[in-house]
């Protein structure tokens, strides 16, 4: 049996980028995030971005969809916690 270590990898990028998806959707159904800490969000999207531009670099197109896809995520997260917050 040859196993192909980028099947980690792959699952690995595929489950930790899906995981942002049902807090998306809850922020959205909520039309809040009181809970959500805006600075780990920045932090966390200015990590996620270096990690983007350090894919490109390498052309190691996993690293650059994988953090692509979660950049957004993360950024619509945080875009909602300050669009509702600022209806208030």
């Known amino acids: 049996m040859n196993f192909n270590i980028d099947y980690i990898?792959?699952?690995?990028?595929t489950l930790t980028t899906?995981?942002?998806?049902?807090?998306?959707?809850?922020?959205?159904r909520q039309r809040g995030a009181p809970g959500i800490s805006t600075g780990m969000y920045?932090?966390?999207i200015i990590g996620i971005a270096l990690w983007f531009f350090y894919g490109l670099a390498l052309g190691a197109w996993p690293i650059?969809?994988?953090n692509g896809?979660?950049?957004l995520l993360a950024m619509s997260i945080l875009g909602m916690k300050w669009y509702f917050e600022s209806r208030k």
Do not use: H, I, R
């Not at 990898?9 to 990028?13: E, M, S, T």
């Not at 995981?19 to 998306?24: I, L």
């Open 42 to 44: 920045l932090t966390f």
């Open 69 to 71: 896809v979660t950049l």
């Open 64 to 66: 650059v969809l994988a």
């Open 9 to 13: 990898g792959f699952a690995a990028a």
């Open 18 to 28: 899906c995981s942002f998806v049902p807090q998306v959707l809850m922020v959205w």
